[in-house]
């Protein structure tokens, strides 16, 4: 168990530009979460799938942003046509539903995106 | 809608001292609350979670948090701070059904030698 991977860690990229962050998770774990993360903030939810269906999104998921999980693995969250208010960190967590009691996420050490 | 608050972008303590963090949640239904902490460059890790039953928690690191009903608090407590505590803290809020995890804004603890 490696706990879960995001890739890359850092991104600079100019605006306009398309780019897209990969998480892997906890290889057990059915549950998949995106949270963006800006300074002086708490992570803010984006989107979570269980196994490879996107069960729920944020109003702050714009239709700039998607996200994928194909297989059920690993997911991919990718922005298009950024803009600097999308400078943030991304995390991605992982969890095991269905399991009794709290929903216990593991996360990822982010990645974080910068726009020029 | 669920929400949690955390009273202080910034709590600075001596090393030794007593560490409380505070967080007032808001839910319609019986809450799920969580503490994690962050320290730079690396991910949110959980300290500790309360459920149901015990209103006591403890997590790791000496941690440990109570949840009120009553004053719809969760706070965060350590009865030494060791500067290795120095980090960024979120409170967070779920329910049954496992609905994404809220958080608060955070608490940036220093602890000062």
């Known amino acids: 168990d490696t706990g879960v991977s995001q890739d890359p860690r850092h991104k600079i990229t100019k605006r306009g530009q398309n780019v897209t962050f990969r998480c892997d998770p906890i290889?057990?774990?059915?549950?998949l979460y995106w949270y963006r993360q800006t300074l002086g903030q708490g992570p803010e939810f984006l989107t979570y799938?269980?196994?490879?269906?996107?069960?729920?999104k944020s109003r702050l998921l714009s239709d700039r942003f998607s996200a994928e999980r194909p297989k059920g693995s690993f997911s991919t969250l990718e922005i298009q046509r950024t803009e600097q208010g999308d400078s943030a960190m991304y995390l991605c967590?992982?969890?095991?539903?269905?399991?009794?009691?709290?929903?216990?996420?593991?996360f990822g050490a982010g990645s974080r995106l910068t726009v020029l | 809608a669920q929400s949690v608050t955390q009273l202080g972008s910034h709590v600075s303590v001596s090393e030794g001292a007593l560490v409380l963090l505070r967080c007032n949640y808001s839910?319609?239904?019986?809450?799920?609350l969580f503490w994690y902490v962050q320290y730079p460059n690396q991910g949110l890790q959980l300290l500790l979670k309360y459920t149901t039953g015990a209103t006591l928690v403890k997590g790791i690191n000496g941690f440990e948090a109570e949840f009120k009903k009553s004053e719809t608090s969760f706070h965060l407590t350590k009865p030494s701070a060791h500067m290795s505590d120095a980090a960024e803290y979120f409170c967070a809020v779920t329910r049954e059904g496992n609905t994404p995890l809220v958080f608060g804004k955070g608490t940036r603890l220093s602890v000062i030698a």
């Open positions: 290889s057990e774990h059915n549950r």
């Open positions: 967590a992982s969890s095991s539903a269905g399991s009794s009691g709290a929903n216990v996420l593991t």
């Open positions: 799938f269980q196994n490879e269906a996107q069960l729920e």
């Open positions: 839910s319609s239904v019986p809450p799920y």
